[in-house]
T-cell receptor
Framework: KQEVTQIPAALSVPEGENLVLNCSFT??????LQWFRQDPGKGLTSLLL?????REQTSGRLNASLDKSSGRSTLYIAASQPGDSATYLC????????????FGAGTILRVKS | DTGVSQDPRHKITKRGQNVTFRCDPI?????LYWYRQTLGQGPEFLTY????????KSRLLSDRFSAERPKGSFSTLEIQRTEQGDSAMYLC???????????????FGPGTRLTVL
C-alpha cells in the first residue's frame, strides 16, 4: 500500500528566505508526482507535475525534484513571499492504483513579513 | 472560467438527511474523480469515472454514497442518511486521457464543504 509522508508538518519562515519541503513515498512504482497548493477552505491548485522519467520541474520560483528510486521529492521555493503562505500537498499516482492520487497530509507554510 | 466547478460550495444539513453535490469538469476531460478531505489531512480517493463508466470505487464509498456521470460530462455525488462523520470537504477533479495511455495532470475544483449537524 502506498503511503506518502510530508516533513515538516508546519514551517514558519521570514520573508525572502529560500525553503525546502519534503515528500517521501513507500512504493517507487509511480507514474508521476504532483505538488499542490491549498489555501484555507479552498480547493487544490496544481503547482508542478513530474513524470516518473523526469528528475525535476521548474515553474517561476518553484522547483520540484524527484528521486524515484529512493522514494523522495522536494519542493524548493526561492525568495519566499507572504503570499506563499498556504498548505502544500504532494501526491503520487502509483502503477498499482493508476487512476487515483495518494496524498500526503501536507506542510503548512507561513511566510512572515 | 474553464476550470472545474462544483456546486454548492457549502452545505449544512441535519443528520439523516440526503445531500447531492454536482461537479462540472473541464470540457474535453474524459476522466473525473471524487475525493474527500477532512481537517488536517490530505484528500482521500473516493471514485473515478472514465466518460460515463464508473471504473473504480474506494472502500470509503459505503453503500450510502452513490456517484453518477450519466452523459460523460457532469457528475453527481449523493450521500444518503448523512452522519456526522460525513462532514468533510468533497473535492472533484478531472484530467484528460493522454497519448498512449499516459496519465496526466489532475485539476481540482473549489470543493463542497459539508457540515452535518
Amino acid at each position: 500500500k502506498q503511503e506518502v509522508t510530508q516533513i515538516p508538518a508546519a514551517l514558519s519562515v521570514p520573508e525572502g528566505e529560500n525553503l525546502v519541503l519534503n515528500c517521501s513515498f513507500t512504493d517507487s512504482a509511480i507514474y508521476n508526482l504532483q505538488w499542490f497548493r491549498q489555501d484555507p477552505g479552498k480547493g487544490l491548485t496544481s503547482l508542478l507535475l513530474i513524470q516518473s522519467s523526469q528528475r525535476e520541474q521548474t515553474s517561476g520560483r518553484l522547483n520540484a525534484s524527484l528521486d524515484k528510486s529512493s522514494g523522495r521529492s522536494t519542493l524548493y521555493i526561492a525568495a519566499s513571499q507572504p503570499g506563499d503562505s498556504a498548505t502544500y500537498l504532494c501526491a503520487v499516482r502509483t502503477m498499482e492504483y493508476g487512476n487515483k492520487l495518494v496524498f500526503g497530509a501536507g506542510t503548512i507554510l507561513r511566510v512572515k513579513s | 472560467d474553464t476550470g472545474v466547478s462544483q456546486d454548492p460550495r457549502h452545505k449544512i444539513t441535519k443528520r439523516g438527511q440526503n445531500v447531492t453535490f454536482r461537479c462540472d469538469p473541464i470540457s474535453e476531460h474524459n476522466r473525473l474523480y471524487w475525493y474527500r478531505q477532512t481537517l488536517g489531512q490530505g484528500p482521500e480517493f473516493l471514485t473515478y469515472f472514465q466518460n460515463e463508466a464508473q471504473l473504480e470505487k474506494s472502500r470509503l464509498l459505503s453503500d450510502r454514497f452513490s456517484a453518477e456521470r450519466p452523459k460523460g460530462s457532469f457528475s453527481t455525488l449523493e450521500i444518503q442518511r448523512t452522519e456526522q462523520g460525513d462532514s468533510a470537504m468533497y473535492l472533484c477533479a478531472s484530467s484528460p486521457q493522454g497519448l498512449a495511455g499516459a496519465y496526466n495532470e489532475q485539476f481540482f475544483g473549489p470543493g463542497t464543504r459539508l457540515t452535518v449537524l
